[in-house]
C-alpha cells in the first residue's frame, strides 16, 4: 500500500549506500478521493451550464487539496496531538476575525477576503474541532471523567457561539457533532449521554424562540408543508424533489436534465447537487456515489481501528463518522426529510474552503495509518 518515491545514493569508501525518502500515501484513500472530486466537476459542469469557469476554479481547490493532504500525511500522528490546541486556537482567531471584518453575503458574514480568495473558517472548525477534542482526552483516562466532558463541551461550545453570530446554524450543529463524536468515541458514560438528550430536548424551545432568526423557522415550517409556499420557501424543495424523482433509473443523461439546465433547481452546483445528478444519471448514479462514500467511511474506520494510540482511534473514528453525517444530512435535506441547512455534499459541491478542509482531514488520516503500518513492519 505504501511505496519508495525517491531513492538517493550516497558514495563512501567503502561503496554505495542507498538512502531512501518514501511519500506515505493510503492509495486506498486517494484513489476513492479521485473518483469523487471528478465525479463532482462533470456534475458542476453540467450545473453550471456547461460553464468551464466553475471547472477549472473547482480543479484548481482539488489540486491545492491533494497537496495538502500529501503533505500532511508526511508528518508523524504525535505532530498532530501537539500542534491540536494552536491549530484550533487559529480557527478561532479566524472566527473571530470573520465577526470583526468578514465578508457579508445574502445576510450572512462568514467569509474573509484573503484578495487571492476567500476563505470560510467554519469550515475549518469541522477538522480542528474534532482534532483539539481528540488530543485533549486522548491525554486523560478513559472513559473521560465529568470534569474532562465539561472541558470539551467548552472547547466545543467557543467555536459554535462564534458559527451562530454568523448567522449559520446548520454548520454550528454540524460542528457540535464532529465534537461529541469523539466524545462518543470514547466511551463517555451512559448517564451524560441520556443527561445531554434531556438537555437538548428541554433547550428546543429557547433554541426556536430565542435562537432560532425568522427564515430558520421558516425553513423548518417549509419542511412540515413545502406545498404552502411554492413560489416562496417550498420553492427549493418541491424543484430538487422534482428533478429527483425525474431522474428515474438511469436519468436522462449528462447536461440532458431539464430542472437544472433551465435554472428551475437553485444552487444546482452548491448545495443543491445531488438532484442534478440524481435528474442525469438516476438512481443508478446515487447507488455508485453512495458506494463509494461508504468505501472511503469504511477505509477511515479501518485505519482508526488499526492505531496504536488513542489519538489516531479518536481522530480518525471521529472523521469518519463526521463525513457520513455530512453526507447524510445534505441527502435528506435535497430529498425534503430534513430542513434547508445549506450543508454541500462532500467532495461533489463546488467549493473551495470546504473541499480543502476535507483534503487536510483525510492527510490526518492517511498521517494515523502510515505509522500504524511502520510499527506492524517494525514488529
Known amino acids: 500500500?505504501?511505496?519508495?518515491?525517491?531513492?538517493?545514493?550516497?558514495?563512501?569508501?567503502?561503496?554505495?549506500?542507498?538512502?531512501?525518502?518514501?511519500?506515505?500515501?493510503?492509495?486506498?484513500?486517494?484513489?476513492?478521493?479521485?473518483?469523487?472530486?471528478?465525479?463532482?466537476?462533470?456534475?458542476?459542469?453540467?450545473?453550471?451550464?456547461?460553464?468551464?469557469?466553475?471547472?477549472?476554479?473547482?480543479?484548481?481547490f482539488i489540486l491545492a487539496g491533494f497537496f495538502i493532504m500529501i503533505l500532511f500525511a508526511q508528518f508523524p500522528q504525535r505532530f498532530w496531538e501537539r500542534w491540536a490546541l494552536i491549530v484550533y486556537l487559529i480557527g478561532v482567531i479566524a472566527l473571530i476575525g470573520v465577526l470583526q471584518a468578514g465578508i457579508e453575503i445574502n445576510g450572512a458574514q462568514r467569509w474573509l477576503d484573503l484578495k487571492f480568495t476567500r476563505l470560510q473558517p467554519s469550515e475549518l472548525m469541522k477538522i480542528c474541532v474534532p482534532l483539539m477534542i481528540s488530543a485533549y482526552i486522548a491525554k486523560r483516562k478513559i472513559p473521560p471523567s465529568l470534569k474532562h466532558v465539561s472541558a470539551a463541551v467548552i472547547l466545543i461550545s467557543v467555536p459554535v457561539l462564534l458559527v451562530l453570530r454568523q448567522p449559520d446554524l446548520g454548520t454550528a450543529?454540524?460542528?457540535?457533532?464532529?465534537?461529541?463524536?469523539?466524545?462518543?468515541?470514547?466511551?463517555?458514560?451512559?448517564?451524560?449521554?441520556?443527561?445531554a438528550f434531556i438537555l437538548a430536548m428541554?433547550?428546543?424551545?429557547?433554541?426556536?424562540?430565542?435562537?432560532?432568526?425568522?427564515?430558520?423557522?421558516?425553513?423548518?415550517?417549509?419542511?412540515?408543508?413545502?406545498?404552502?409556499?411554492?413560489?416562496?420557501?417550498?420553492?427549493?424543495?418541491?424543484?430538487?424533489?422534482?428533478?429527483?424523482?425525474?431522474?428515474?433509473?438511469?436519468?436522462k443523461g449528462w447536461t440532458q436534465g431539464t430542472q437544472s439546465q433551465l435554472n428551475f433547481l437553485p444552487e444546482s452546483h452548491t448545495d443543491f447537487i445531488i438532484a442534478v445528478l440524481a435528474e442525469e444519471f438516476g438512481l443508478i448514479g446515487v447507488l455508485i456515489l453512495c458506494t463509494l462514500y461508504t468505501?472511503?467511511?469504511?477505509?477511515?474506520?479501518?485505519?482508526?481501528?488499526?492505531?496504536?494510540?488513542?489519538?489516531?482511534?479518536?481522530?480518525?473514528?471521529?472523521?469518519?463518522?463526521?463525513?457520513?453525517?455530512?453526507?447524510?444530512?445534505?441527502?435528506?435535506?435535497?430529498?425534503?426529510?430534513?430542513?434547508?441547512?445549506?450543508?454541500?455534499?462532500?467532495?461533489?459541491?463546488?467549493?473551495?474552503t470546504a473541499i480543502v478542509t476535507l483534503f487536510a482531514g483525510f492527510g490526518i488520516i492517511m498521517s494515523i495509518g502510515n505509522e500504524s503500518k511502520k510499527s506492524r513492519s517494525v514488529s
Not at 435562537?211 to 404552502?228: A, E, F, I, S
Request: hydrophobic share 50%; proline share 3%; charged share 10%.
Open 1 to 60: 500500500m505504501y511505496k519508495s518515491d525517491f531513492v538517493r545514493q550516497l558514495q563512501t569508501p567503502g561503496g554505495t549506500i542507498q538512502l531512501r525518502r518514501s511519500i506515505k500515501v493510503d492509495y486506498t484513500l486517494a484513489v476513492i478521493l479521485l473518483i469523487l472530486c471528478g465525479m463532482g466537476l462533470l456534475i458542476i459542469y453540467s450545473a453550471t451550464g456547461q460553464s468551464v469557469f466553475y471547472v477549472r476554479r473547482q480543479l484548481t
Open 173 to 195: 450543529l454540524l460542528i457540535s457533532a464532529t465534537g461529541f463524536f469523539v466524545l462518543f468515541l470514547a466511551g463517555i458514560k451512559r448517564r451524560y449521554l441520556i443527561g
Open 202 to 251: 428541554a433547550a428546543l424551545p429557547s433554541l426556536w424562540f430565542f435562537v432560532m432568526l425568522d427564515y430558520q423557522k421558516q425553513r423548518v415550517l417549509t419542511l412540515l408543508n413545502p406545498q404552502h409556499d411554492k413560489l416562496g420557501a417550498g420553492w427549493n424543495i418541491i424543484q430538487s424533489t422534482t428533478a429527483i424523482g425525474s431522474g428515474g433509473w438511469s436519468g
Open 295 to 352: 468505501v472511503l467511511i469504511a477505509r477511515c474506520l479501518y485505519i482508526g481501528l488499526n492505531s496504536l494510540t488513542m489519538f489516531g482511534r479518536l481522530m480518525a473514528g471521529s472523521v469518519a463518522y463526521t463525513f457520513f453525517i455530512f453526507v447524510i444530512v445534505n441527502l435528506c435535506m435535497v430529498s425534503g426529510l430534513l430542513p434547508v441547512v445549506g450543508a454541500p455534499l462532500p467532495l461533489i459541491s463546488y467549493g473551495g
